[in-house]
């Protein structure tokens, strides 16, 4: 196996598509981990901010998926699945498990809890439009979340996408336009509420 | 033709795309009789305003902040981990616990066949150890003569 710690021969794997780079890796060649780092290492930390909202944790989590490809890359099988696929999967079951962690502290015994919600019209006049499709997406199912995460905001085709929650193309489609419904209808539902607002 | 309905025009953009180019010309040409109805156009019209909002969604403002010293942080983890080499220069409890990841094989069809030819291969050998040492009447010993004193606690029940 060539390796990759020379500076040209890291300029080289740079044409080197991300399968064989990560056999590199498995021989512990940090140049060909540099190449995938500088190639999707910005593209997941976005991907663990859109689900989780949280940029210092989405930092972590994706810092801690880089260290499993570094230390354990020997068990990516290429025959099984893309680099990507595989990857998706660790970044995004990792954001899942920490979003279950996270649940909210109950409330002490008697507190009444005071409405700090904003109605339709303060939401659209300070956050604009896009805070309510924010909500909308938020409030998703998990696996509606995923999916609208993976398709709109991570640019994956319905294949790639498919894979990454281990679904068949048509449950994945099923999935996707379910969730779309509820977002249409959210958005309707707030578009009508403002206009209530308004008079 | 049958008229398209909005779950078919819905589950033919998500399948196909957003371009009707891309549309099989079939499925393409029932879409356009769709879009010319009132609640087709609606549907459209509602559809449009969702992709741009996701769209517009999609990049996010501060995408690029910090990028530099998180790429840093990840390039420094060479350094911090140490790989593990599975099969490698592995300790004691490394090739125990290597064992028993491998336990599942001992039930393959060639797992099954190699247990049975060490089990007869152990057998055969036993055996044939066994049959090697000469009888030695001195060092049997008959346990059952230590058990009663006399013939006679045979009978007691016949009393």
């Known amino acids: 196996m060539i390796c990759l710690k020379s500076k040209s021969l890291r300029q080289k794997s740079e044409e080197l598509d991300d399968e064989t780079l990560v056999t590199h890796v498995a021989a512990a060649d940090r140049g060909a981990y540099a190449v995938l780092v500088h190639r999707h290492g910005l593209r997941y930390r976005a991907l663990a901010y859109r689900m989780l909202g949280d940029m210092a944790l989405a930092e972590d989590l994706v810092q801690e998926a880089f260290v499993k490809l570094w230390t354990h890359a020997d068990r990516f099988d290429a025959k099984k699945a893309k680099f990507t696929t595989w990857f998706h999967r660790i970044v995004v079951n990792r954001c899942l498990d920490e979003k279950r962690k996270r649940t909210p502290d109950p409330l002490p015994e008697g507190f009444d809890q005071q409405d700090e919600a904003d109605n339709a019209e303060d939401i659209m006049v300070t956050d604009g439009a896009n805070n309510v499709l924010r909500n909308a997406v938020s409030n998703l199912p998990e696996r509606q979340r995923v999916a609208v995460t993976l398709s709109y905001f991570d640019g994956l085709s319905n294949i790639e996408a498919a894979e990454v929650m281990d679904l068949k193309l048509k449950a994945y489609e099923s999935l996707l336009m379910r969730a779309r419904a509820k977002l249409r209808d959210e958005l309707e539902g707030s578009k009508n509420g403002l206009l209530a607002v308004l008079g | ?159």
Do not use: C
């Open chain 2, 1 to 159: 033709m049958k008229p398209m309905t909005i779950e078919e025009f819905e589950l033919a953009r998500v399948a196909h795309g957003v371009d009707m180019a891309d549309w099989p010309s079939d499925i393409a040409e029932r879409a356009r009789q769709f879009l010319t109805t009132e609640e087709g156009a609606a549907f459209a019209a509602a559809e449009l305003s969702l992709d741009a909002q996701l769209a517009d969604m999609a990049a996010p403002k501060d995408a690029d902040a910090g990028a530099d010293a998180f790429l840093d942080r990840l390039l420094d983890v060479p350094a911090q981990h140490t790989q593990v080499i599975e099969g490698g220069d592995a300790g004691f409890l490394s090739t125990l616990t290597g064992l028993y990841r491998d336990f599942r094989n001992l039930f393959s069809p060639i797992g099954a066949l190699s247990q049975g030819l060490a089990y007869a291969l152990v057998l055969v050998v036993g055996v044939f150890v066994g049959l090697q040492q000469p009888y030695d009447e001195e060092s049997s010993l008959d346990l059952s003569s230590t058990l009663f004193s006399s013939s006679a606690d045979f009978y007691v029940g016949d009393q």
